[in-house]
């Protein structure tokens, strides 16, 4: 028999960079979880080593900018793309991009993109959850089973040293158990797409003097095109002695042994030298997202929500920001103020944003497999000149929309969500290379620096925020009275900087706990708790709204 006390409020499965970011987020809200993960947290071949701005601007919230700032990977390392026949061979291309530490962020938010590999950045997501006093992390525990019933959520978890099982209790269960996700499989979620775009093979290798071999200088990462076309990568995985060669391979599944593997790594750098493998993983590049990240008390985020092609750097910065969407909610309905609704607004928002990436990502990899085969294109005549004169300037220009992506992680927008309340304008277009700023809502509420030196993205995160741009006192209140009648968390933030109430467009302006625009209007609504109702998920947004009046509910109030 289980009592009520030993319900935990949240259980999280899995302990990758989605689960750690979980858990530090709820325990950041004051929210008790438990995160399991079956390994013991060590990571034998990073995977991620992009760390998207959006994701760095949750990493801000978090007061976590200085430890990814501090992680190893040195800052001054080129971060250029090259195009080439191999590290001896020719030059077809490159993007030139300097050190991570050389590059300022762009206009559009405090901070810069991040290169930090997930064996550096997993832990100080797990350093940041573990100093949450809510939260509890155990390692080396596997998710055997779970039931559900109306109440709540029974998962049968197993030690992995001893074998023992024990029954542990939760209000809900998120499954941010990867690609093969349990959680997934037993709610029934479906998964749409293409399950196998190629049959890859990673290998980490170890050569300190791998630059000293050849002409190219620094670079994060090197694209080999041979006669047959684009057939491996190489990227600088740690900035200093180790590097991952990826086999690119095809839909046709093929093994590799290590004399295989030697022979492809040689040919990438176009001589012989000494180098150690570090560790070799096969793996299924995949094109799948989940139909639904909801099934009663059970969600999904992460990579067990939708799979994508590494090609842009998506995958992990797509799951974060799910983490983040699902957190506030789940703290809302745990603290009493969330509304029916609310939880299910998680798949109305972030699934299109997972089908979004999913599908971009699968472009970028077309684009870089799409060169065809030029036999000629490594030989040493005028023929192969003609040929590299041709393919590389073409490839280097089509490869820049997988460079510049600030539309997919600064522009994806709720659009249609029934907690966003809509105001009759136009959404921007959602492009890969460029993002708009602006506070529609369903949009991230844009940055923009305050006299005070701080963003205005320092301002949200904690509760709802209601901006009022030269609002007199009082002008207010009905909302947050509205607010408080609810219980839901509102502060209210007078700013009368006019470069910034220009880009917010509107005198109020309400922002959600994950810095999402909710509602804004030039006045306040004649039917306040209306609003407040839709926003913490109690009723559903109006389908569409009128231009310039914005807020016409749904029951025409
Ligand atoms: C080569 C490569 C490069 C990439 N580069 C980038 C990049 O630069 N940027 C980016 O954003 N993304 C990148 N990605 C994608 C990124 O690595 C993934 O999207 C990310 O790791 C997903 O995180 P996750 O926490 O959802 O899942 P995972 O990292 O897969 O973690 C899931 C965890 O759940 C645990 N688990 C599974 N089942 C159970 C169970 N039953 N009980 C307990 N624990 C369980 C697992 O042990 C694992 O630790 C890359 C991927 C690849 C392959």
Redesign the pocket.
Known sequence: MISHEQITPVLI?????????LAGDLGWRGIACLL????D?SIYQP??????VR?MEFCRRWGLVGAVEASPYPRDYAQDNIYLTSLTGYELGRERFPGIGQAPPPPESPQRRERCP?NMFDPILQAFAASQKSVRLRYR????SFTQDAERVIAT?ENAETGAREDIAARYIVG????????RETLGIRMLGNPVLTY?T?VIFRCPHLLALHDKGKAYRHIFIGPEGTWATIVAINGRDQW?F?LIGSAEQRDYTTDDIKAAIRRAVGRDFEFEILSV?P?V?RELVAENLRNGRGFI?????H??S?T?????????GDAVDLCWKLAATLQGWGGEHLLDSYTRERQPVGARNVAEASGNLRRMLSVGAHPDIADDTPAGAATRAKVGPAFTEMMRREWFTLGIHLGYRYEGSPICWPDGTAPPPDEARKYVPVARPGHRAPHAWLADGRSTLDLFGRGFVLLGFDAAAGEAEPLLAAARNRGVPLEFVARNEPQVAALYERKFVLVRPDGHVAWRNDRMPAEPLCVIDVVRGATEAPVASVAGVGWVSAAGA
């Open positions: 499965v899995g302990g990758g960079p989605v689960g750690l970011a399991i993960e079956q390994s947290g995977r991620m080593d992009l760390v998207g994701t997930q525990t596997r998710l055997v978890v941010c158990d990867g690609a093969r996700s349990l959680t890859t990673n991952r990826s993983l793996w590049r985020a992460g990579d067990a929500a799979m994508m590494p842009g750097g998506f995958g992990m910065n797509t799951g974060i």
